[in-house]
């Protein structure tokens, strides 16, 4: 081989060590694209979606990647099920309350139960919603889904846009946005009637005076700007809750490397706790920005908040026995969530 043939065997074999390098960095890498119908700058998305990702990309040294899309960019918050299941999104917002014909049991966290901040019943849904729970075998798993982290938000309260809740009487015959079933049942139980909306879509109900009201947590008030549609919202009780699961389809779960799964199992408890301790401790600091906002909140009476949980505490057990008579298993699901709140 003459010098000019070497150098150029040698140039040849370089650029193709080179291209064999890069090509096992680039297959070493997983990119993952992740999806949700939060506005950008949601205290969800800050303190509990962003931080989970940064602690996946530490758990596996930088090997996973992530392309963020907020804001519905990639789909309706309804419609995130469906495109998490299809593989047009890997990683997904879904709330149970807005595709309750498909994932009807994962509810449950939703009801008037007993349980007074986020990581009470975070912890007690977390439990049977991570995989080998009671949830995941009878619903996410049949449904090819897997939940990676989840959050209950702390309890809901009833927010009227003009009318004063003098008493528990104020809600009688008004329009009230609810976020789904289980919370349908409450607005029921109190005389009024009850309006499902998707929460970006709000707003504009409000201001249009498509509904009177809504059942709200204080702390999604300001991030959505419905502190200038509202005027009064109670304090302390517990209309019920609402639930955000990142999900995962089966068949993506199955097609990530091993260490991958690991750090994802790691993550998702170090982010449900972490994303339930931010909601709790940030509300009381909510509701002060809230009262500097023009809202006013009133504390139901000792008579009303008894007649209040009178109402709410058979909506759990019509909840159940509704889903039973369809033959889904209601009543199981709710003994499960009920045990771990005990805990």
Known sequence: ??????????????ALASVVLWSGVAMAQTALRV???????????????KPW???????????????????EQLGKA??????????VVDIGYVAPSFVGDKLPLAAVAELPEAFSSSCQGTMAFWNIAKPGGALDKIEFAPNGMRALFVL???????????DNITSLDAAKGKKIRTSGGAKELA??????????????????????????????PHSSIPPYDLTKQVKYATI????????????????KWNALPADVKKAMDEAGDWATQHGCKIADEREAADIEKLKAGGVTFVQLSDADHKQLEEKL?????????GLDKRGKKGSDILAAFKSGLKN
């Open 35 to 49: 999806a949700d119908s939060f506005p950008t700058g949601h205290y969800i998305a800050e303190n509990q979606t």
């Open 187 to 216: 607005v029921r139980a109190i005389g009024a009637t009850p309006v499902q909306i998707p929460t970006p879509e709000v707003r504009e109900a409000v201001a249009r005076g498509t509904v009177d009201g809504m059942l709200f």
């Open 152 to 162: 209950v938000l702390p309890p809901y309260q009833l927010y009227m846009a003009k």
């Open 1 to 14: 081989m003459t010098g000019n043939q070497l150098s150029r065997f040698t140039a040849s074999t370089a």
């Open 78 to 87: 309804k419609d995130l099920l469906s495109l998490t299941q299809t593989g």
């Open 53 to 71: 990702m940064e602690k996946m990309k530490e758990l596996t040294g930088g090997k996973v990647n992530f392309q963020y899309f907020p804001a």
């Open 313 to 321: 505490a058979g909506v759990s057990q019509e909840w159940a026995k």
């Open 236 to 251: 302390g009780e517990n209309f019920g809750s609402f639930i955000v699961t990142y999900m995962i389809s089966v068949n």
